[in-house]
């Protein structure tokens, strides 16, 4: 196949797909469970044109797989790698993401709780904590190897600091979203201020400490495989990127960073899934407004 | 004075507090290496004694803050800029990784939004893969773009750019495709009524009613890019730019330098921010807006 039919045969697929998307979003769908079908078709049309693109330019244009394998040899490396695989992501996921995110989130929220009383140090955290989240806590990842050793406790330590402000900032604004009228009547309920964070302020911060629960769980990933790249024990993520990238195969590469992908995923699906239950009367789950 | 009392009050006591605690722990955290280090000479420190050596050691644990500061000092202002040695020179390499690469995302993101706002087969096909694009840990993706682009021969500044352009497009899209479509149903009515075409809207009512959310993405996405540019100079191994002065510190246990560098990524966050919210204020100003509503 020469290069000039591949590059044709792939401008067909796309223009195709374009046009099918084209004519699906014209369609006036008969009912809702219709317009659920086109609204997951669509997308799904999409990515499935990006993937047969990679494969027939991958494979028709001969491009060394060292630099771009194609989707059908990555699949297949990360099949046959699969206990690997198993073992990196236990290693990854398991044992560094989950205890960092959990103490990280945790310590944020119980900080927000404790500076919520103090308006002074309000005043004073909440600048600091806008500075932080802009600043490359990655960076800290050698100095977190050198103080807790290559073990996940290092790992653990660089997520809790990079997704500790995030959660902090989050929390604090989200506890004052209450509005004065509802905080009043607490006040003529004499409910206590354990109270009145329970039944009131808690529920009104919910969607603003989701809304940080969602961004840490990628950085907690991000976290953990950027540690990795600085040392680690003989697995996980990051390690392995790193060393089979040295070693130039790329499949397995790739493989590793689809599992990465799809833990990744999954992390933030269950997030948005559990934030769905429990924040079911905000207007953007009750799809209120577009 | 209000302000001077509510704003910069808490702050100072915040920073003072954290000076305090990092000194507090720089002593506990290398007070041992310091004994250890003088039981090796034979020698036994009198407390006085050790708590200067915990301040001045070469490699310490938790370098104070005053060894940071003369560190940055002397890789900044007594040293020519263009020395392998200096921070303004590493300082300067990611930079423009990062200031290329936040523009080309900031580009191609506003292109996607603009695409996903007019077209709607765009908007039902792209907005769940742009979302879900974010929640891949890119990082992972770093090393690999790096070596993959060095192997087809283009090094160097590009390929940490590919990088931060990849973490800043995100921001920028989600933020525009919201701005754009901000205005509300009367506005854009009263358009209609003026037989306004497609461009006319666009120009005259939805670009300037995203540009809030445009400005606030943007601090977002210069930060990112940033980082993004730091890890992507993580891979190459260690040849110039603030990551590459992470990653040689690391090797050679040199604290205090991993701590310049990171202190002065830092400062460049900061200031980077810092100018995209000056520009915003100069727009907004330029656009009309009181200075009330700016503040």
Not at chain 1, 129 to 135: E, F, Q, R, T
Not at chain 1, 182 to 203: C, G, H, I, N
Not at chain 2, 182 to 196: F, G, K, N, R, V
Not at chain 2, 218 to 241: D, F, M, Q, R
Request: charge should be positive; aromatic fraction near 10%.
């Amino acid at each position: 196949m020469s290069a000039i039919v591949v590059i044709i045969l792939a401008l067909a697929v796309w223009l195709g797909s374009w046009a099918l998307n084209e004519y699906l979003v014209r369609l006036k769908p008969a009912g809702p469970a219709a317009e659920r079908q086109i609204g997951f078709a669509v997308p799904a049309i999409f990515g499935i044109c990006l993937l047969a693109l990679w494969e027939l330019l991958a494979r028709g244009l001969a491009i060394p797989e060292i630099l771009l394998p194609a989707p059908s040899i990555i699949i297949e490396a990360a099949l046959n790698a699969l206990p690997i695989i198993g073992i990196d992501v236990w290693q990854t996921v398991f044992k560094e993401v989950l205890p960092g995110y959990v103490i990280g989130c945790g310590a944020g929220l119980l900080a927000a709780f404790v500076i919520d009383r103090s308006p002074f140090l309000k005043a004073g955290l909440l600048p600091l904590g806008n500075l932080v989240s802009a600043l490359p806590i990655v960076g800290l990842a050698p100095i977190m190897i050198m103080w807790f050793g290559f073990e996940w406790q290092s790992k653990a330590a660089i997520i809790v600091t990079m997704i500790f402000f995030p959660m902090l900032i989050n929390t604090i604004t989200g506890l004052a979203a209450s509005g004065h009228m509802e905080r009043d009547l607490m006040r003529t309920y004499a409910a206590s201020w354990p109270q009145t964070l329970l039944k009131l302020r808690l529920p009104a911060a919910w969607p603003f400490i989701f809304n940080a629960l969602k961004i840490n769980s990628t950085l907690a990933m991000i976290g953990a495989i950027v540690a990795e790249f600085f040392g680690s024990p003989s697995v996980g993520m990051g390690f392995r990127i790193s060393t089979e990238m040295g070693r130039m195969n790329t499949a397995m590469v790739w493989a590793e960073i689809l599992a990465a992908a799809i833990a990744g995923s999954l992390f933030y699906g269950i997030v948005a899934l559990i934030e769905r239950k429990v924040t079911f009367w905000h207007p953007s789950v009750r799809g209120g407004q577009r | 004075m209000t302000t001077l009392r509510t704003k910069v009050w808490p702050i100072l006591a915040v920073l003072v507090v954290i000076i305090a605690a990092w000194y507090a722990a720089a002593l506990i955290m290398n007070r041992t290496l310091a004994v250890e280090e003088a039981a090796r000479k034979g020698e036994v420190l009198t407390t006085g004694a050790m708590w200067l050596k915990s301040y001045s050691m070469d490699k310490p644990l938790l370098p104070a803050p005053h060894q940071i500061v003369k560190e940055i000092w002397n890789s900044t202002a007594t040293m020519s800029i263009t020395s392998k040695r200096s921070l303004v020179y590493h300082a300067w390499i990611t930079l423009s990784a990062t200031l290329l690469g936040f523009a080309l995302g900031t580009a191609l993101g506003i292109a996607l939004a603009v695409g996903i706002v007019h077209n709607r087969a765009m908007d039902k096909s792209m907005m769940p893969w742009v979302i879900a694009s974010q929640t891949i840990p890119i990082m992972a993706i770093a090393p690999m773009l790096i070596v993959v682009l060095n192997a087809i021969g283009i090094s160097g500044l590009l390929p940490k750019a590919l990088i931060s352009t990849y973490l800043s497009f995100f921001p920028v899209v989600v933020g525009m495709v919201k701005g754009l479509r901000s205005p509300e149903i009367i506005q854009l009515d009263l358009m209609h009524t003026y037989h306004a075409s497609r461009t006319q809207v666009f120009w005259k009512l939805r670009f300037p009613a995203a540009i809030p959310f445009l400005f606030a993405s943007l601090k977002v996405g210069i930060a990112i890019s940033l980082i993004g540019a730091i890890v992507g100079e993580l891979p190459t191994g260690a040849v110039a730019g603030l990551g590459a002065r992470l990653l040689s510190g690391s090797y050679y246990g040199q604290t205090i330098q991993i701590w310049a560098a990171l202190f002065v990524s830092s400062i460049v966050a900061g200031l980077l921010v810092f100018i995209v919210g000056g520009i915003e204020r100069l727009v907004y100003r330029m656009m009309g807006a009181r200075p009330e509503a700016t503040a």
